[in-house]
T-cell receptor, first 115, second 110 residues
Framework: NAGVTQTPKFQVLKTGQSMTLQCAQDMNHEYMSWYRQDPGMGLRLIHYSVGAGITDQGEVPNGYNVSRSTTEDFPLRLLSAAPSQTSVYFC??????????????FGPGTRLTVL | TQLLEQSPQFLSIQEGENLTVYCNSSSVFSSLQWYRQEPGEGPVLLVTVVTGGEVKKLKRLTFQFGDARKDSSLHITAAQPGDTGLYLCAGARGDDKIIFGKGTRLHILP
């Protein structure tokens, strides 16, 4: 099993550009989520999904869109990149969301810089 | 307002010393997890606690969940350089969201 994979690993964008961060998991997990990590801020939840076709907002959803057409994939779209979106982005998955004993498996992260 | 407050934010101690880091909230959580993150990698789960008052041990690491399920602590005995890293607590409530604290950056000096 590859676990949770994220692409690209690094990305530089100009203000106003759009892009999609890819996330895939091969563990048949229902729950997937996107976090951003900034210095001194820990991990902040952007969007999450409890299953294919179902998504919801986290703590910091503005400027980001998600969709979940399959169980395996959960892409994160930046519609018009802003310097404030410079961050490290982590995708995570777990078997069944927030239930007890649910371990979240994290991808290696995407380091995004917006100029 | 941060839902989960972790303290201290930074901790640098000598090898062999003991330490405790804290994760506090005014909210009740159905479960609370501790993760460790190495530079350039995603967090990795250390433990999940689900019952108020629960204590779990993982070698030299002892995790405790508060009786009211609002707080947790991580105690490391005889810290080693390999314990260096960012320790994150994460709480789950009943709304399908898993919220993380800001983390405690631990550095163990050899």
């Amino acid at each position: 099993n590859a676990g949770v994979t994220q692409t690209p690993k690094f990305q530089v964008l100009k203000t106003g550009q759009s892009m999609t961060l890819q996330c895939a998991q091969d563990m048949n997990h229902e729950y997937m989520s996107w976090y951003r990590q900034d210095p001194g801020m820990g991990l902040r939840l952007i969007h999450y999904s409890v299953g294919a076709g179902i998504t919801d907002q986290g703590e910091v959803p503005n400027g980001y869109n998600v969709s979940r057409s399959t169980t395996e994939d959960f892409p994160l779209r930046l519609l018009s990149a802003a310097p404030s979106q410079t961050s490290v982005y982590f995708c995570a998955s777990s078997y069944a969301g927030t239930g007890s004993y649910n371990e979240q498996f994290f991808g290696p992260g995407t380091r995004l810089t917006v100029l | 307002t941060q839902l989960l407050e972790q303290s201290p934010q930074f901790l640098s101690i000598q090898e062999g010393e003991n330490l405790t880091v804290y994760c506090n909230s005014s909210s009740v959580f159905s479960s609370l997890q501790w993760y460790r993150q190495e530079p350039g990698e995603g967090p990795v789960l250390l433990v999940t606690v689900v019952t108020g008052g629960e204590v779990k041990k993982l070698k030299r690491l002892t995790f405790q969940f508060g009786d009211a399920r609002k707080d947790s602590s991580l105690h490391i005995t005889a810290a080693q350089p390999g314990d260096t890293g960012l320790y994150l607590c994460a709480g789950a409530r009943g709304d399908d969201k898993i919220i993380f604290g800001k983390g405690t950056r631990l550095h163990i000096l050899p």
